[in-house]
């Protein structure tokens, strides 16, 4: 018996790979989570240019991306209607009130206060900053079609990509000297997210493998055969170890921190695109032995 | 109201694809997709091998992962059970395709859209209620032949099947013939461990 | 036994039941009843009409054959119409090179140029020598309305010659079912069977007869407990579904049937000794030259009087109990009964000697001839209608897979022994037959009669039962050598290269093809080709361009299906006609092929008078005054067809009727179901093959045909009783090690299907369709993986094929589909999947000229492809 296995277009049971959501998706994922994530980043000790490229990262990004992936983009206004059931649709308001409030707090901070309610502008923009960090990680995870997705992990995934990139962009920023960064030794934080992701990598793998099968195979797709190359390399190897080793040797250099940012922001694109390309559905039954179909 | 819903006899069904043509031709699909596909497997090791056949569609779900990941209220449940799809709403997100165990809904992309039997831009004219039918960019799937069901009729997949592997029926009547198989033959949802509550059902496994 | 919905009627609100009304149908169109002619089922179809063009086609709910079921093929009918690539007007070539993929350069023609250049030739040959036509005419709705053409021409190669159907049909089916119950085919009567074994067979499953009304009745059967069996050596559907699979050897199922017997007669002897004593010729006494003794004064043939002691003739009234063994002398010669003869012959056909050579374990065969003894519930009966009549619900059914083999006619009989032996032919839960009688023209059914030896004599209308002997040869499929050959066009292409060597006193110069492709139907190409190129003009009537028509002078444009008219009645158990009707005016300026027929008799001048086609068709539909044909007269077939209904209807229906109402079919009567051979006895001992086996010895020898022509003509085979005869592929070089065997889908008719872009698309997703499929373990052994591209080499031909994997395949078989791997100008069909018939060779040696049979396994060897070649597309 040759048993269930990826089958492509054939009519034989098996694992078939998703194939509607894909590069266009899977870049506007990236930059929507980039831009919030710097956004986030930024806030701790507030430069508003960096603020407003955070926001225009998110704010133009994304949609270029969401509108380049939509089948009817000039309906594409009818995505926000059922916030009431579809993550997209809270994801969706969460930049709308993100952008907006990233906006006014970007002005308070860039006038120092004379937009009003400075206070409550960066509360609400931190907020829909958190939804537009998460929001992608809650749509995957919460749908049980695609298993290697429907995981707690996804939404914890989409947060820490999230402050990656943002951090990788910042280290650059603050290694320029564009900006001042948001707290001394800020190198640390590349350390921290670069290990956090690391560890988040072996859970998702981990998890998978304890997983249901479609689970189990999207993880062995992630490690054996075309894919492994960019998993491999680009997600641990640009994405976690690059950055450990590169702020491990030169944590305050521009060159370290240019090879950190770039090795983080790399091993955030692979990843996802790579989370969606190895998304399988799983064969709608799965048969034991021999004898009981007639 | 019926609660419409489907049994498949998988010692019936022996793969032989009218379901599928029938739907092709009913729908007018374009090339690539299928609302209807019947899978095949094989079972055991030479010589105790046998082959079984499964029919799929959309499983009409009760708590269909579809609708809920539908941002723009496209998909829909009518009061009969149908999960149905407006076009003039779907935006093409495939949020819903993504969210569907069953692998069940396509994009009508552009050209094939309108594209004719033979490839080529010459349509060949197809029953009225078809023409134009797709809306290059939206996501579609299996409706049950809800225009058909609507007049009475059973969906095209269940009227030329050969085996008659394919009931359909009024889940709600305890009488109905896939309410008496699912209850009398041990009638199983696809993938049960998904949650989705499918109102099909296989039986003879 | 299982109960479920499908052994009740279904609830009104189901809407489960595929009744539906046709005011009920969706759509705005106007619906047009007609039957599908994509095969040769004529399951019931509507058409919905919108502005004039067909827009869908359905099942025909009133059908009461199909209730409204249909075929992926009948659905999919549409492509057909609306393909681009039809041939639209009639076509005259301009190239005189002749090739493959060679362009015709054909110019477009008026049908008068091309109707006048075809029958100014057909003059000639006619005057000159008949035979010098090849009328090659196999439209499966009307194929005997189109024989009686070439009939009425006065060639002997009509029908079949040329392409043959030796290579996609089952011959010996027809002809020992015809022999042996008067089965043109054969059914197993599902609504009592409870145990059936399919041997190279898929009725039920896509291939073999009436696909959708099977289909329907054996899953109700296996819903009710039927226990299936199939022996096969690919896991086909049937057996992918079966309660048993047997991988068997290709072309050794007479081995396993012969094990079988041997258990039936020696073991268990569980066999219905009643019926043969009475219903059958196995009490007959055979004398030492293996023919009846006769009783001198009457020339009947003798039965052992074990009550009197004596032999007396069969049908005296004071015969006693008949015996069935034991070794007797009558008119003064040690004689056996026929039985006795059968217990002898098969002595030494244990299931050891059976699986030593099928690769079926011994004790798989004991345990299921006993099983199949059992389940045949001998003695028992069952009334229909106040009727008793014997209830042998265990029924062995064989087709192409068994039979398209050198030895598939000795198969066929060793399958019809075991059907005898336990008296389960004609009867509630055996095998019933659909005879060749006026029933399929919309006439009753007519029993069989009895001929003077008191067995049965089947009606045999259109069919060549027996053909004499002749020296020199009239034809060309060598019929005159093989007597009892149902069909053998595909030798037709090797003889009219060489006719001198076989003894023909003529080559012939025209071929007419009538929807037929030898390419794809006959064997080994470049003879095809060569003798293709030899022939003075080529004629296709045909609907594309296809492999042959590079080759055609003239091509005269087909209608479609959904273009012209038909009437006949393909069910095996019902009255009546049903009807095939344009459903819109012709798209192109195409025509009716009979029409095409009608026309060509007239311009060459055989459409009147006592010869005439006329005649030959008031002959072949049964038509007779005041309803029939008028000798003087030109009809359209749609006119013909019109005297065909008002004939058999008794004047109560023409055939606008039948195009308003679409059938007319209500089930015939018990006593016109069962036992249709009455008081007739069945032929346990095949008598007529043996009688014909020592007339044509007797001839071969007075002729010196030997000694003339250096041909070897083989008469052993013709035997009263079957007895094991290897396939020559079984001795074939072991340097090829897989014995490819081809099947057949339920998304193909032959290479027709292969053009329609809904059935390839489908077909190109289905697993194993379009590969060469091998068995997993043996490929891991050879280090082929599943989508290998690789050489199918034979001594024959070398064509690529793409590797495919499976666990349900006899290790030593790859199995390549029918109806791909074609090579033709149809961008559909072009190129996809691997064609299997090339590797078949045509000649004697692979030709089974008792029954007509065309060897159909070939020895193979699969190479893995390199470089450019092992690219798929």
Redesign the interface.
């Known amino acids: 018996m040759t048993g269930p296995a990826m089958v492509g277009d054939s009519f034989r049971l098996g694992y078939r790979f998703q194939r509607h959501w894909d590069i266009a998706m899977a870049s506007a994922f990236f930059f929507g989570e980039l831009g919030a994530g710097l956004f986030v980043v930024a806030m701790i000790s507030p430069s508003w240019p960096v603020l407003v490229l955070g926001l225009l990262i998110t704010g133009i990004g994304k949609p270029w991306f969401h509108l380049t992936h939509m089948g009817v983009p000039r309906k594409s206004w009818r995505a926000i209607l059922r916030p009431d059931r579809s993550w997209t649709s809270r994801g969706l308001l969460g930049i709308v009130v993100f952008t907006g409030a990233g906006v006014l707090y970007a002005g308070a901070v860039a006038t120092k206060g004379l937009v009003p309610l400075g206070e409550v502008w960066r509360v609400v923009a931190f907020l829909a900053a958190l939804v537009v960090m998460t929001y992608q990680g809650f749509a995957m995870s919460h749908s049980t079609a695609i298993a290697i997705w429907s995981t707690a992990l996804m939404p914890v995934a989409s947060l820490l990509y999230a402050l990656a990139g943002g951090t990788a962009l910042m280290l650059v920023i603050d290694g320029l000297g564009l900006a001042p960064p948001p707290f001394p030794n800020f190198a640390v934080m590349g350390l921290g997210v670069a290990g956090a992701l690391l560890v988040l990598q072996a859970s998702l793998l981990h998890a998978a493998y304890n997983g249901t099968p479609g689970a189990k195979l999207s993880a062995s797709l992630l490690l054996r055969g075309r894919y492994a190359p960019a998993y491999l390399g680009l997600v641990l190897g640009a994405g976690t170890v690059l950055p450990l080793v590169a702020l491990g040797i030169d944590a305050d250099g521009l060159a370290g921190r240019l090879v950190a940012a770039v090795g983080l922001l790399g091993g955030f694109y692979a990843f996802r695109v790579l989370i969606f390309k190895v998304g399988v559905y799983e064969p709608v039954m799965r048969f034991g032995g021999i004898g009981t179909p007639r | 109201m019926a609660r419409w819903g489907m049994v498949f006899s998988?010692?019936?069904c022996?793969?032989?694809?009218?379901c599928?043509?029938?739907c092709?031709?009913?729908n007018r699909l374009p090339?690539?997709i299928y609302f209807t596909?019947?899978?095949?497997?094989?079972?055991?090791?030479?010589?105790?091998?046998?082959?079984?056949y499964?029919p799929?569609l959309c499983n009409h779900c009760e708590d269909a992962?579809c609708?809920?990941?539908?941002?723009?209220?496209?998909t829909y449940t009518r009061d009969d059970g149908i999960v149905m799809v407006d076009q003039d709403?779907?935006?093409?997100?495939?949020?819903c395709?993504?969210?569907?165990?069953?692998?069940a809904?396509s994009?009508?992309?552009e050209p094939n859209d309108n594209r004719?039997?033979?490839?080529?831009a010459?349509a060949?004219?197809?029953?009225?209620?078809a023409v134009d039918r797709w809306?290059?960019?939206?996501?579609v799937k299996c409706d049950f032949c809800s225009?058909?069901v609507d007049?009475?009729?059973?969906p095209?997949c269940?009227?030329?099947?050969?085996?008659?592997?394919r009931?359909?029926?009024?889940l709600d009547?305890p009488?109905?013939?896939?309410s008496?198989?699912v209850r009398?033959?041990n009638g199983a949802p696809?993938?049960p461990?998904?949650?989705?509550k499918p109102k099909v059902f296989?039986i003879?496994? | 036994m299982r109960q479920g919905v499908w052994t009740e009627r279904p609830p009104e609100d189901s809407m489960s039941d595929a009744a539906i009304a046709d005011q009920r149908e969706t759509g705005n169109g106007r619906w047009v009843r007609s039957h599908c002619q994509q095969c040769f089922n004529a399951c019931g179809i509507r058409v919905e009409v919108v502005d004039g063009n067909p827009v869908r086609i359905r099942g025909d709910a009133d059908d009461p054959n199909t209730h409204g079921h249909l075929c992926a093929r009948g659905l999919a009918g549409l492509a057909k119409f609306y393909d681009p690539q039809r041939v639209k007007t009639p076509l005259i070539r301009t190239n005189p090179e002749k090739g493959r993929r060679v362009d015709p350069g054909f110019r477009e023609a008026t049908w008068d140029e091309a109707l006048d250049l075809v029958a100014a030739k057909l003059r000639t040959i006619r005057a000159d020598n008949p035979n010098k036509l090849i009328a090659s005419l196999w439209p499966y709705e009307k194929y005997v309305q189109s024989s009686a053409w070439g009939s009425a021409f006065g060639t002997a190669n009509t029908g079949f010659s040329f392409s043959g159907v030796s290579n996609q049909c089952a011959n010996p089916n027809h002809f020992v079912g015809m022999i042996t119950h008067g089965a043109l085919v054969e059914f197993p009567d599902l609504t009592h069977c409870r145990y059936l074994i399919l041997l190279g067979s898929e009725y039920g499953f896509g291939a073999n007869q009436s696909f959708v009304r099977a289909a329907r009745e054996l899953a109700d059967a296996r819903d009710r407990g039927l226990k299936l069996v199939v022996v096969d050596p690919r896991l086909s559907v049937a057996a992918g579904k079966a309660d048993e699979w047997l991988p068997i050897k290709p072309a050794t199922d007479l081995a396993f049937l012969l094990g079988f017997i041997h258990v039936l007669v020696h073991e268990d002897r569980s066999y219905d000794a009643a019926w043969l004593r009475t219903g059958t010729n196995a009490p007959y006494l055979l004398g030492p030259d293996r023919n009846f003794v006769t009783d001198p004064d009457s020339g009947k043939p003798l039965i052992f009087d074990e009550t009197a002691g004596i032999a007396r003739p069969y049908d005296d009234p004071a015969l006693g109990r008949p015996a069935l063994e034991g070794t007797y002398t009558a008119n003064g010669v040690e004689c056996i009964p026929a039985f006795q003869h059968l217990v002898n012959e098969t002595a030494g056909n244990t299931p050891e000697w059976a699986e030593s050579i099928c690769d079926i374990p011994a004790g798989t065969i004991r345990r299921l001839a006993k099983e199949f003894a059992e389940a045949s519930s001998v003695g028992a009966t069952v009334a229909i209608d106040g009727v008793d009549y014997p209830l042998r619900p265990a029924c062995l059914l064989s087709y192409r897979g068994l039979q398209a083999h050198t030895n598939g006619t000795l198969a066929m009989m060793a399958q019809e022994t075991v059907m005898v032996l336990m008296g389960a032919l004609g009867v509630p839960g055996g095998l019933v037959a659909k005879s060749m009688d006026a029933r399929r023209f919309g006439g009753r059914p007519q029993l069989m009669t009895k001929g003077p030896d008191g067995i049965v004599r089947p009606h045999a209308t259109g069919w060549h039962l027996y053909t004499e002997f002749s020296y020199p040869p009239k034809s060309l499929e060598l019929r005159d050598y093989g007597p009892l050959a149902l069909d053998m066009g595909h030798l037709v292409p090797l003889t009219m290269l060489e006719p001198e060597k076989y003894g023909f006193d003529y080559s012939p110069e025209m071929l007419l093809i009538y929807h037929s492709n030898p390419f794809t139907n006959a064997g080994h190409h470049e003879v095809v080709a060569r003798a293709l190129k030899k022939l003075d003009l080529v004629v296709s009537i045909n609907i594309y361009l296809d492999e042959s028509t590079d080759y055609a002078d003239v091509v005269l444009p087909e209608s479609t299906y959904l273009e012209r008219f038909n009437l006949i009645n393909w069910t095996y158990d019902m009255q009546g006609l049903q009807v095939g009707q344009p459903v819109v005016e012709p798209r192109y300026d195409t025509r009716d092929g009979m029409d095409i027929l009608i026309e060509l008799a007239d311009r060459a001048g055989f459409l009147f008078g006592e010869g005439g086609f006329n005649a030959a068709l008031n002959r072949t539909l049964g038509l007779s005054p005041p309803h029939a044909l008028a000798l003087d007269r030109k009809y359209s077939y749609a006119e013909v067809l019109d005297v065909q209904a008002r004939c058999h209807s008794r004047g109560e229906r023409d055939l606008a009727w039948y195009c308003e109402h679409g059938n007319d079919l209500r089930p015939v009567a018990p006593d016109e179901k069962y036992r249709m051979y009455r008081d007739a006895r069945l032929p346990l001992y095949f008598n007529s093959i043996k009688a014909a086996g020592d007339e044509l010895r007797r001839n071969l020898e007075t002729y010196k045909i030997a000694e003339r022509h250096g041909l070897e003509i083989d008469t052993s085979p013709y035997q009263g009783v079957p007895f094991w005869q290897p396939s020559p592929v079984h001795g074939e070089d072991g340097d090829y090690d897989f014995y490819v065997i081809s099947y057949k889908s339920y998304m193909t008719t032959y290479g027709d299907t292969a053009t329609n872009p809904l059935l390839m698309s489908l077909s190109e997703r289905d697993p194993y369709l379009m590969k060469v499929v091998i068995n997993a373990h043996t490929a891991r052994k050879k280090g082929l993986r599943d989508g290998d591209v690789v050489w199918v080499e034979s001594r024959y031909a070398r064509e690529r094929g793409v590797v495919g994997l499976t666990e349900g395949i006899h290790p030593e078989t790859a199995a390549i589909s029918g109806g791909f791997g074609r090579f033709t100008r149809h961008p559909v069909a072009d190129g996809k999947g691997t064609l299997q018939n090339a590797h078949l060779p045509i000649d004697l040696a692979h030709t089974g000229m008792l029954g007509g049979t065309m060897e159909t396994v070939a020895r193979v060897r699969l190479v893995r492809a390199r470089g450019k070649d092992a690219r798929t597309h």
């Open positions: 998988l010692a019936r022996i793969g032989c694809n009218a599928v043509v029938a092709k031709t009913e090339d690539d596909r019947t899978f095949v497997e094989e079972v055991g090791t030479f010589p105790e091998v046998r082959r079984v499964i799929t992962p609708e809920k990941a539908c941002p723009s209220g496209a709403r779907c935006i093409g997100c495939s949020a395709a993504v969210a569907c165990p069953y692998d809904r994009m009508i992309e004719g039997l033979f490839g080529g010459e060949p004219p197809a029953e009225p209620d809306r290059a960019g939206t996501v225009r058909r007049r009475g009729l059973s095209a269940v009227a030329v099947c050969p085996t008659e592997a009931i359909f029926g009024d009547d009488e109905s013939a896939p008496r198989l009398t033959r696809p993938l461990e998904k949650n989705t296989y003879d496994y």
